[in-house]
């Protein structure tokens, strides 16, 4: 249980330790209302809040523009659909915007154009959404992936209703040039007997409160970019290509942009190999994604590893009808070479005790990692609200606690965060860094507590 009352803001800061910049996330996700892309220092101070604009997630772009959308679908009609994705300027003008995808009507509502985008999209120009030396996304031009939903019927997978996953690319006057759909490589992705059975029955139908069920749940998606392994001969690895992560079916794999098929995956089953057993098992993933070219660990996989539950399979006492039978109460920051599947980093670091004095991570749900030119990571462990960005030692050289509450969910999660340079943003002048050293935990106290010395200390007396 966390406690009722804890900082917000900054709480650790060393400055000559971090790679500074400003950081980008979304204070409150899929509301009604919503309160904003908010855009601070490294110290907590807000620089810019764009009110109204939702993000799932929200990226920023040299010059100071931000990517969003202008809201979310009604959730009575639909489960993590975003109306729209539009790219506002600092001022708060929207220079861009498509939402022609799926003409939808809802209820009473007169029908509309809807995107139904979800968890992630990639401008042309930079393969991941965060910042790449010498990979710059496009400003004023450009195709843009998207992630997207559609509902369908795919009897090889269930016989209810599916929310399936798309991918579209839309060009920069607003037309859809490729479309990929998740469900037409169900046969690609190596389900066993046990999973498959699972999944007819339920295709993750409680995440989404009997809405069409969820069965993928991808989450997150980009380009692989310029990298060595391609260099090296290796065709599944083309720039061009496509990786994305399902959060329900603990699967990651890398799409070929040409045929549509699967060249590279792991997951849904860790069983199968030595060195996928020496990985454990993967589950509920985000942000699955090769550190691109420019970035120490350039070509390897960086991904949040939630754990909760997750996967189809055999039922147990935790899944009675074998749907998220996959389970671990712990988290971890993965870096893994795709080519020999060694781990070359983890974060918290594996051993025992892990969590028990030690760093902790846990979020089960959202969440992200990103590589920081200086080799440290960038981390959003996002059910507790809580940024952090570590050394390749494991230090914890700045920490962050968002303050903005959810009506809904009533927490401070954060979906996925972002560190940018300081001069992607030439509005304002570069902040001031204030150092904030490590609080003991043992001496801080709220202000106003009267913390008195013991009246009395008894020692045990020895015969």
Request: proline share 8%.
């Amino acid at each position: 249980m966390a406690p009722t009352v804890y900082p917000t803001g900054t709480t650790i800061y060393y400055p000559d330790r971090c790679w500074n910049g400003y950081t980008l996330y979304q204070s409150t996700l899929n509301q009604p209302v919503c309160t904003g892309a908010v855009l601070m220092d490294m110290n907590g101070n807000i620089v810019n809040r764009w009110h109204g604009l939702d993000g799932f997630p929200n990226k920023m772009l040299p010059g100071g523009s931000v990517i969003g959308s202008t809201g979310v679908r009604n959730m009575k009609y639909g489960f993590q659909d975003m109306l729209d994705l539009v790219q506002i300027d600092w001022d708060g003008n929207i220079t861009w915007k498509f939402d022609k995808y799926e003409r939808i009507k809802d209820g009473r509502q007169k029908p509309r154009w809807m995107l139904r985008q979800h968890h992630d999209y990639q401008r042309e120009g930079n393969p991941v959404g965060y910042y790449v030396p010498g990979l710059e996304p496009k400003v004023d031009s450009g195709s843009t992936l998207i992630l997207c939903h559609k509902n369908l019927h795919e009897p090889k997978i269930s016989d209810k209703l599916l929310l399936d996953d798309t991918i579209i690319e839309v060009s920069w006057d607003g037309k859809i040039t490729w479309e990929w759909i998740c469900s037409q490589h169900f046969d690609e992705m190596g389900f066993d007997e046990a999973a498959r059975n699972s999944l007819y029955h339920n295709p993750n139908i409680m995440m989404t409160g009997g809405k069409p069920g969820d069965w993928m749940h991808m989450n997150s998606m980009s380009t692989l970019g310029p990298n060595r392994w391609y260099d090296d001969g290796d065709e599944r690895f083309h720039p061009d290509n496509i990786i994305w992560d399902g959060r329900q079916t603990n699967i990651t794999a890398i799409i070929d942009r040409q045929t549509g098929k699967i060249v590279w995956q792991i997951g849904p089953d860790y069983t199968k190999s030595e060195a996928l057993q020496k990985i454990g098992w993967i589950i509920g993933q985000h942000h699955a994604h090769l550190i691109p070219r420019g970035l120490p660990g350039e070509g390897n996989l960086l991904l949040y590893d939630n754990g909760g539950s997750a996967g189809y399979g055999n039922p147990n006492p935790g899944a009675p009808t074998g749907v998220g039978n996959a389970r671990r109460d712990t988290s971890r920051v993965m870096e893994i070479n795709p080519i020999t599947l060694e781990v070359t980093s983890q974060y918290p670091p594996p051993g025992p005790g892990l969590g028990m004095g030690g760093p902790s991570l846990y979020s089960n749900f959202v969440s992200s990692a990103q590589r920081l030119p200086n080799g440290n990571t960038f981390i959003t462990e996002g059910g507790p609200g809580r940024l952090l960005e570590i050394t390749p030692e494991n230090e914890t050289v700045w920490e962050y606690v968002s303050p903005y509450i959810n009506k809904f969910t009533r927490t401070n999660m954060i979906y996925r965060a972002y560190r940018y340079p300081y001069d992607w943003i030439p509005q304002v002048k570069r902040p001031e860094e204030h150092a904030l050293l490590r609080t003991n935990n043992r001496r801080f106290h709220v202000p106003g507590a009267l913390i008195k010395r013991p009246q009395k200390v008894t020692r045990l007396k020895k015969k």
